[in-house]
């Protein structure tokens, strides 16, 4: 049974700094796909970084240069770093297991105040 637990969502004003945690269980983040996903209030989902079992990592350009995705293999967490905060980078940001298999965490909320 794969389980990722999303933690470190909360309120921060504009410029600030957020470090986002997802600790995996049951499946190993350094053999694993995984990603960060978001959706704001009246918006899709979507998919805004990625990294590969090998390092490899993807952005959308909204957030290219401001988020960083990485991941601890010993910790068996995937972190997101999200530096520059803007308005609207409010909404609840998951943890997904691309592949193997398709698992999301339950989300965390991140606010941005301006």
């Known amino acids: 049974q794969v389980q990722l637990v999303e933690s470190g969502g909360g309120l921060v004003q504009a410029g600030g700094s957020l470090r986002l945690s997802c600790a995996a269980s049951?499946?190993?983040?350094?053999?694993?796909?995984m990603a960060w996903h978001r959706q704001a209030p009246g918006k899709q989902r979507e998919l805004i970084a990625r990294?590969?079992?090998?390092?490899?990592?993807t952005y959308v350009d909204s957030v290219k240069g401001r988020f960083t995705i990485s991941r601890d293999n010993a910790k068996n967490t995937v972190y997101l770093q999200m530096n520059s905060l803007k308005p609207e980078d409010t909404a609840v940001y998951y943890c997904?297991?691309?592949?193997?298999?398709?698992?999301w965490g339950k989300g965390t909320l991140v606010t941005v105040s301006s």
């Open positions: 997904n297991v691309v592949w193997p298999g398709d698992y």
């Open positions: 049951g499946s190993s983040v350094s053999l694993a796909v």
């Open positions: 990294i590969t079992s090998g390092g490899s990592t």
